[in-house]
């Protein structure tokens, strides 16, 4: 485990680096509640004790379906000087709406950047928009099922959409993050005739949990091959937090009931809601999660106690990493390494990438 004072040292230390000479961006996808509102509070905290004189500036977006007037509060009251940007969704289980709010936080951050004298930069997205769902197979009129829309294909799109910034090449060189907070200990069988899950008998709890991981892992794969340099990524679990998802969520009675059930039961493997929001905000480090091929000439100090992590590939710095709640890279999966080999990690980014396009020419995908 990375020890929680290192982490927390570090976070200042991001938070005091002016040498970028512009502030700090993150954009919380699903950010109104739970996991990704604990992590917009942390860094706001982080910002506001630094200090506005020693802070190099915090500049946070918020994506979701309710303006969250409670968080807002408290992010203004921890940290005053920061700015704190909402853009409403309709519905971030259907990727035309996904489009939508990115375009308005693209728009938005290019005016801030403008006005301010350097490029449009995005430090760390952090996607944890889903719902809790135990039932069938729930289409939306784009063709996806809705939960699976939600925590993977709309991230997914959100990444997608939001590269640019978040590849942005600015001077000194910054790396821009990615937290895609999910299960990467759900990896497991995929059905690889059957990647969207349509037939009845796939339809399962355990299979939509697996793929929903699998192709978590192998999207983030896909982009770290991509973006050498520029881009790094987390497939990240963390672990059992408060975050109110049972209320968003379409559970009958029963299961509601079991949730309250079960839940204090499981408090060995949980986290406090304010260390959560700093182990995520950790997840920035570039030192610790670096791209794949840094930038040449590039050297970075690892703080105290920590190593480059290894990634999701089992190589030392691949730019797209499987982490545990406490910040510690998950154990080999032979599972996935049988599916690089025989090549369906690539298969599943291309399957992505036709939903992507298939949807955005107005069409219902239906493979």
């Known amino acids: 485990m990375v020890a929680l004072n290192i982490v927390e040292a570090t976070n200042r230390a991001t938070a005091t680096d002016k040498s970028a000479g512009r502030p700090y961006v993150a954009v919380f996808g699903?950010?109104?509640?739970?996991?990704?509102?604990?992590?917009?509070?942390?860094l706001a905290r982080v910002h506001g004790e630094v200090g506005e004189a020693a802070s190099r500036g915090l500049r946070v977006y918020i994506l979701g379906r309710r303006a969250p007037d409670a968080l807002l509060a408290e992010l203004r009251a921890a940290c005053p000087f920061g700015t704190y940007e909402v853009v409403q969704a309709?519905?971030?289980?259907?990727?035309?709406?996904?489009?939508?709010?990115?375009?308005?936080?693209?728009?938005?951050?290019?005016?801030y950047a403008a006005r301010e004298g350097h490029a449009p930069k995005i430090d760390l997205l952090v996607a944890s928009q889903g719902i809790m769902s135990?039932?069938?197979?729930?289409?939306?009129?784009?063709?996806?099922?809705?939960?699976?829309?939600?925590?993977?294909?709309?991230?997914?799109?959100?990444?997608?959409?939001?590269?640019?910034?978040?590849?942005?090449?600015?001077?000194?060189?910054?790396?821009?993050?990615v937290a895609f907070v999910l299960n990467p200990g759900l990896e497991g069988d995929i059905v690889a005739d059957?990647?969207?899950?349509?037939?009845?008998?796939?339809?399962?709890?355990?299979?939509?949990?697996?793929?929903?991981?699998?192709?978590?892992?192998?999207?983030?794969?896909?982009?770290?091959?991509?973006?050498?340099?520029?881009?790094?990524?987390v497939h990240y679990y963390p672990a059992l937090v408060k975050t109110g998802i049972t209320k968003t969520s379409n559970l009958g009675f029963f299961t509601r009931t079991l949730v309250r059930v079960v839940t204090p039961l499981l408090r060995l493997d949980s986290l406090p809601e304010a260390e959560s929001g700093q182990r995520i905000a950790f997840l920035g480090t570039t030192a610790v999660y670096p791209p794949a091929h840094d930038a040449p000439?590039?050297?970075?100090?690892?703080?105290?106690?920590?190593?480059?992590?290894?990634?999701?590939?089992?190589?030392?710095g691949s730019g797209a990493y499987r982490i545990n709640y406490d910040d510690e890279v998950f154990k080999h999966n032979d599972k996935l390494a049988k599916y690089r080999e025989d090549g369906t990690a690539e298969k599943i980014y291309e399957h992505t990438q036709r939903a992507f396009s298939t949807i955005a020419a107005?069409?219902?995908?239906t493979e």
């Not at 000439?297 to 030392?316: E, I, K, Q």
């Open 134 to 177: 135990f039932s069938g197979r729930q289409d939306t009129a784009e063709g996806l099922d809705w939960p699976t829309a939600i925590a993977y294909y709309g991230r997914a799109r959100l990444v997608d959409r939001l590269l640019p910034l978040l590849t942005q090449t600015v001077a000194p060189p910054a790396v821009g993050h």
């Open 90 to 111: 309709k519905d971030l289980g259907l990727l035309r709406d996904v489009d939508r709010v990115c375009e308005l936080l693209v728009a938005t951050e290019t005016g």
């Open 194 to 233: 059957d990647l969207s899950l349509r037939k009845p008998k796939n339809f399962t709890l355990r299979n939509a949990g697996s793929h929903l991981s699998v192709f978590a892992t192998f999207y983030l794969e896909a982009l770290a091959a991509r973006h050498p340099g520029t881009l790094a990524l």
């Open 297 to 316: 000439g590039v050297t970075r100090t690892l703080p105290a106690g920590t190593s480059v992590s290894t990634g999701a590939d089992g190589t030392v």
């Open 30 to 42: 699903g950010g109104t509640a739970g996991i990704g509102s604990y992590a917009a509070l942390a």
């Open 362 to 365: 107005g069409n219902k995908f």
